[in-house]
C-alpha cells in the first residue's frame, strides 16, 4: 500500500518550535520531489516548501522562509518539517505531500501525487 503517514503536531506557543514527520510506505522518497503544504481554517491549501529529487534544492513560500526546514532521512524514507519561531498564523491543518517527478515547481512538489492524512498545527498562547 502506498501512504504517506504524518506525525509530530500539536499547541504550541508562539516563538516555540515543532518538528512534523512523515513516513512512506510502499514507495521510496529518495528520487521524489517532496513538500509540505497546508490549510489555515476558512482559506484554501497553500504550499510551504519543497526539496528535490536529485539535487537537493529546498524552496520556500515567503512566509516561512528563514523560519521552516525541509529535509529528508532516505535510510528512514521519511520526511521533516521544522518549524521555528512559529505565529499564530502558522496555525493549520499540515499536508506532507511527494510527486513523482524529481524536481520542484517553485516552492511546492511538481503534480503531487501522494499526500498525507493532514496533522493539525496551533499557535496560541
Known amino acids: 500500500q502506498l501512504q504517506l503517514v504524518e506525525s509530530g503536531g500539536g499547541v504550541v506557543q508562539p516563538g516555540g518550535s515543532l518538528r512534523l514527520s512523515c513516513a512512506a510506505s510502499?514507495?521510496?522518497?529518495?528520487?521524489?520531489?517532496i513538500g509540505w503544504f497546508r490549510q489555515a481554517p476558512g482559506k484554501g491549501r497553500e504550499g510551504v516548501s519543497c526539496?528535490?529529487?536529485?539535487?537537493?534544492?529546498?524552496n520556500y513560500a515567503g512566509s516561512v522562509k528563514g523560519r521552516f526546514t525541509v529535509s529528508r532521512d532516505n535510510a528512514k524514507n521519511t520526511m521533516y518539517l521544522q518549524m521555528n519561531s512559529l505565529k499564530p498564523e502558522d496555525t493549520a491543518v499540515y499536508y506532507c505531500?511527494?510527486?513523482?517527478?524529481?524536481?520542484?515547481?517553485?516552492?511546492?512538489?511538481?503534480?503531487?501525487?501522494?499526500w498525507g492524512q493532514g496533522t493539525q498545527v496551533t499557535v496560541s498562547s
Open positions: 505531500a511527494a510527486s513523482l517527478f524529481y524536481y520542484c515547481s517553485g516552492y511546492v512538489p511538481r503534480d503531487a501525487s501522494y
Open positions: 510502499g514507495f521510496t522518497l529518495s528520487n521524489k520531489a
Open positions: 526539496l528535490s529529487g536529485t539535487e537537493g534544492v529546498t
